[in-house]
């Protein structure tokens, strides 16, 4: 079975660090895209990072550039994200989703989800 | 960053009604538009994807049509269990965006 699963996250206080985890299992995961999404409370989604098969490309929302960090360990089939100078505004659910390409028209798309890993920084 | 504007926000139906969603990007962005389910609680569920290809396993009363900028989604007969929240997402550059979503509830 196709499978993600989150974990990592917790209560942290503001400024705080946290490094969410997202466990692959059921198929070739050095062979995915793979992002981070998030949802803050009664919100909308909002996309966080990408990583690419091998770790050498990555993009991040501007929200989270120079404090979150996405990165990958294909022998392990995990995914990582470590979050530093933790906000109030950083609580949310968050979901690593794996990304499916159709190369004829390039279009990319999150066909797998974890159920999340929930987040909250407060003092 | 490109903007997805989703309407209605909410909106309310029977079952067997045939409903339309509709989304609107703030430029251009070809057929690079996806299509979500959400149930409270549960993670997103994607629906079609390239504004108009059925998902695996996705039931064919939905479907999704549209390019350029403006997107629909229409489901032909409301079924029970698809009382949730819908999404479009952008995935035409980066950063991805989401619409704010629109609640689907029963009348």
């Not at chain 1, 993009?59 to 990165?71: A, E, L, W």
């Not at chain 1, 690593?96 to 990319?108: F, Q």
């Amino acid at each position: 079975e196709v499978q993600l699963v989150e974990s990592g996250g917790g209560l942290v206080q503001p400024g705080g660090s946290l490094r969410l985890s997202c466990a692959a299992s059921g198929f070739t995961f050095s062979s995915y895209w793979m992002y981070w999404v998030r949802q803050a409370p009664g919100k909308e989604l909002e996309w966080l990072a990408n990583i690419n098969q091998d770790g050498s490309e990555k993009r991040y929302v501007d929200s989270v550039k120079g404090r979150f960090t996405v990165s990958r360990d294909n022998a392990k089939n995990s995914l990582y994200l470590q979050m530093n100078s933790l906000r109030a505004e950083d609580t949310a659910v968050y979901y690593c989703a794996r990304v499916e390409v159709l190369m004829t028209y390039h279009y990319y798309y999150m066909d797998v989800w974890g159920k999340g890993t929930t987040v909250t920084v407060s003092s | 960053d490109i903007q997805m504007t989703q309407s209605p926000s909410s909106l309310s139906a029977s079952v067997g009604d045939r409903v339309t969603i509709t989304c609107r990007a703030s430029q251009s962005i070809s057929k690079f538009l996806n299509w979500f389910q959400q149930k409270p609680g549960k993670a997103p569920n994607l629906l079609i994807y390239g504004a108009s290809n059925l998902q695996s396993g996705v039931p064919s009363r939905f479907s999704g049509s549209g390019s350029g900028t403006d997107f629909t989604l229409t489901i032909s007969s409301l079924q029970p269990e698809d009382f949730a929240t819908y999404y479009c997402q952008q995935s035409y550059t980066t950063p991805l965006t989401f619409g704010l979503g629109t609640r689907l509830e029963i009348k």
